[in-house]
């Protein structure tokens, strides 16, 4: 750790130190509190829109699902007691009893059927749900009060594991308050309820008493914006926050010295990458040529990046094709570090003196997030390539890039990452590959067409080929300069009795603390 940054860390701490109410842990007798710190606001509390892990630390909390995972990645029941596919294109829920949303409104059929609906909008904004490719509103059917029939369009193999992801919103609350009421006054099922929002400054949800699993220990959940690392770090060492995650590997040893607080390494399903704008309107027509795409990811050493930069926790990926996908293939070849060749390929390409380009990040992507891109820039430069990086808020960048294709304000490079559910890889491929994903910027030949045959298909070995055709083609013709799959650090206080899981669900339900 440099001495800058010890100095600008104790400095806080000292800071920190002086203020009121600093304070030890509570009475036995005294509510129950947890605090999380994270970098940045969420965009919004609509969980239909929303992706990141900043909003989900907060709406999964209120929020359930039919279903979800467990450690080991097995669907389980949540809302939902049980379910069957009934046929190719027919699959019943069976749901659980005497479930209310925090305002009181029963959870039925109905409910689950406005839900379908509603993340299915074509009208507005939705995360890319992966059910949303083979169903239709209004394609359901209320059995009876608990149990609900959805007809699909075409088949989806995994279409139980799609609409895990779906969040279930009390449909009268929302009717109420509308599409953009919901953004700032959310009512789920889930163990807490929302409270308030001070932005910038932290978000307060309670317990739900009436939480249909039973209350939880942690009477009051508090989820801090702390924007800078270093004050995240020094409130967490003087007892302010419980729990951080993505924490910079440089704090790793100061706060395991506290004595107080101990730090969990855990693989993630992010895949960051750095997509290439290739629209019609792209600020760098140069993108167009293939060699020049191949050039930039020649152009980089990922592996002196993860070790250098993000202390070694990263995994680099032949493409942005995780391993846990259907049919990865071991065998196909990505890119190795060899600025010989990028240049090479530059001056195929007719640019052996480079050209300008600019790159797009936000500190909120991940730890590290705008190191790595100043390194990036870094090995371009030392192609020929006029790099420019601009930090954006997490807020403006999100602005710029979800959904923000008709606006064409996305510059010729974007530092993105996406996640999804283990053996998933249906929202990689619509929502980062094909040319209408919510943060593709895509426009090459052959992608779209080759996605729509994958999802066509009816079975899992009739797609085995294609995702092979799909993997090679991501290296052969690339739409990304390929980085690496993430860990995230967490530093959890010894008061909470909690640890992280593969899920990343940050959930208050399952701490306990400790007196």
Not at 398 to 423: E, H, T, Y
Not at 487 to 494: V, W
Not at 501 to 511: D, F, H, N, P, V
Request: aromatic share 10%.
């Amino acid at each position: 750790m440099t001495r800058k940054l010890i100095a600008t860390l104790l400095a806080a701490i000292l800071a920190l130190t002086s203020l009121a109410g600093c304070a030890a842990l509570a009475e036995a007798d005294e509510p129950v509190t947890v605090v999380l710190a994270q970098n940045t606001d969420p965009a919004t509390l609509d969980p239909h829109k929303t992706g990141g892990d900043q909003a989900a630390n907060v709406w999964r909390n209120i929020y359930e699902t039919l279903l979800t995972y467990d450690a080991e990645d097995n669907l389980i029941p949540v809302l939902a007691t049980s379910y069957e596919q009934v046929s190719d294109l027919e699959w019943v829920f069976y749901l659980k009893e005497g479930v209310t949303f925090s305002n009181g409104e029963p959870f039925n059929a109905e409910a689950v059927g406005w839900n379908l609906d509603r993340a299915d909008s074509e009208e507005y904004a939705r995360q890319s749900f992966e059910y949303r490719t083979y169903y239709t509103a209004g394609n359901w059917e209320a059995i009876d009060e608990y149990t609900i029939k959805v007809t699909l369009d075409s088949v989806d193999l995994l279409f139980d594991r799609h609409v895990a992801d779906v969040p279930m919103i009390a449909p009268d609350h929302g009717e109420e308050v509308g599409e953009e009421g919901l953004s700032t006054d959310p009512c789920g099922t889930g163990p807490y309820v929302f409270v308030s929002w001070e932005p910038d400054q932290e978000i307060v949800l309670e317990k739900n008493p009436n939480y249909h699993e039973g209350e939880p220990e942690v009477d009051t959940y508090i989820i801090r914006t702390i924007p800078e690392a270093a004050t995240r770090v020094a409130e967490m060492l003087n007892g302010n926050v419980d729990i951080l995650y993505d924490v910079n590997y440089e704090y790793i040893d100061m706060l395991e010295a506290s004595g107080s607080i101990r730090m969990e390494n855990k693989p993630t399903r992010r895949v960051e990458y750095i997509g290439f704008n290739t629209t019609e309107w792209t600020p760098n027509p140069e993108l167009y040529d293939v060699r020049v795409r191949q050039a930039l990811n020649y152009a980089i050493d990922r592996e002196a990046i993860i070790q250098s930069i993000m202390g070694g926790y990263g995994e680099i990926l032949t493409s942005i094709w995780r391993k846990d996908f259907p049919d990865y293939d071991d065998s196909i070849e990505g890119y190795t570090y060899d600025p010989e060749k990028a240049k090479e390929l530059l001056a195929e390409a007719g640019y052996a003196d480079g050209f300008d380009i600019t790159l797009l990040t936000t500190d909120a992507n991940h730890a590290k997030a705008g190191e790595v891109c100043q390194a990036v820039a870094a090995y371009l430069g030392a192609v020929g390539i006029n790099c420019t990086v601009e930090i954006y808020d997490d807020a403006t960048s999100r602005s710029i890039v979800i959904n923000g294709q008709a606006q064409q304000l996305c510059p010729g490079m974007f530092d993105w990452n996406w996640a999804s559910k283990p053996g998933l890889s249906d929202s990689t491929l619509t929502g980062v590959i094909r040319s209408d994903g919510m943060t593709s910027y895509n426009c090459l030949e052959g992608y779209d067409e080759l996605i729509d045959e994958i999802l066509a298909c009816t079975t899992m070995e009739e797609k085995a080929p294609l995702h092979q055709e799909l993997q090679q083609m991501l290296i052969d013709n690339p739409p990304f300069l390929y980085l690496f799959q993430l860990g995230s650090i967490y530093a959890i206080s010894s008061r909470v009795d909690w640890s992280a899981s593969g899920t990343q669900y940050i959930l208050a339900k399952e701490m306990k603390v400790n007196a």
